[in-house]
């Protein structure tokens, strides 16, 4: 028999529309997806012995991280698990100031030695952003101001990385690591170049870039 509270979400559960139910179930199929390759990922670097390239282990958190953040932003599934809209709230802000730290680190194994100074200045900005932006969450302290400065750093980052990998570089073929970050990034990138827009209020529509996120961890 079920308990009054399970009564309750189930009259929630039915208030969202077959179209919501519909692009939940497809944001959850690759959330589920990224999850497996995040946690194959980080496997794989942890039972390989004696080694110094920690690229797989940074693929492996940076996807596992955007996949829990689908999961947090699925009304519907919040709503069958009985989910706080509040709590989910908070922890997919806090997953959204961090997670670019992981990528950094990867660019980081990758990037020639030339880039590594701009690397590090990027990942030392996020490094100072990303507490204070989670502080000013939980405080509920000028949250406008900080997703608009979070978007504007994305955006900028991408622009950058994408400058010193199509316009920047040595002549000649892109060695083989840096071709198989260059598709990720811009297919991604777009798709994340589109989401921080909608965020800004610049377009309208749905938040897709999980679609375009599939690439990079593929990618690799």
Known sequence: MLQPASLVNLAAITTFSNAEWRWTIFAVGIGAILLTIGFIAVRIFLFRKQTTDRTLLY?????????????????????????????AGHIIRAITFTFALPLLFLFLEVVQ???????????????????????FD???VARRAVDISNSLLVLASWILLNFFL???????????????VAVGLVVDGLFVLHANLVG????????????GFLT?????
Request: charged residues 15%; hydrophobic residues 55%; without cysteine.
């Open 166 to 180: 199509f316009v920047f570089r040595p002549p000649g073929r892109f060695p083989l690591e840096l071709r198989v």
């Open 113 to 135: 030695t030339r880039w590594r100074r701009v690397i590090l200045w990027m990942l030392g900005v996020r490094l100072v952003f990303a507490p204070f932006a989670i502080l």
């Open 138 to 140: 939980l405080l509920g």
């Open 59 to 87: 693929l492996g958190i940076y996807v596992i991280l955007y996949a829990v953040r689908i999961f947090l932003r699925e009304s519907p599934l919040l709503s069958v698990f009985s989910i706080s809209p509040a709590v």
């Open 200 to 211: 800004l209020g610049v377009l309208r529509g749905r938040d897709v870039e999980p679609i």
């Open 216 to 220: 990079f961890p593929i990618a690799h």
